[in-house]
């Protein structure tokens, strides 16, 4: 089964970013957004391997993210 994941990259250095997906509690760092979203998706398929679908995706049920804006 595929899942579709929310996943945030934040910028945590000068040149390093981290990607996070809370819903399976994993996070990576690279050296690029980009770096850093191909290793998070190497770490959820090692967790997968691992520890198997169903424990890693237990509470992943149907995700809705939205973004807003605050401020003036």
């Known amino acids: 089964m595929k899942y ?3 996943v945030t990259i934040t910028k945590i250095g000068d040149s390093t970013y981290m990607a996070q ?3 399976v509690r994993a996070t ?3 050296d690029t957004p980009e770096r850093a979203l191909t290793n998070l998706h190497d770490a959820i398929n090692e967790l997968i391997k691992e ?3 169903k424990a890693v995706f237990q509470d992943i049920e149907d995700i ?3 973004t807003i ?3 003036k």
Do not use: H, N, Q, R
Request: with cysteine; charged share 30%; glycine share 16%.
């Open 4 to 6: 579709k994941l929310p």
């Open 69 to 71: 804006e605050v401020g």
């Open 64 to 66: 809705k993210v939205c």
């Open 21 to 23: 997906s809370d819903p």
């Open 51 to 53: 520890y198997g679908e």
């Open 28 to 30: 990576a760092t690279g």
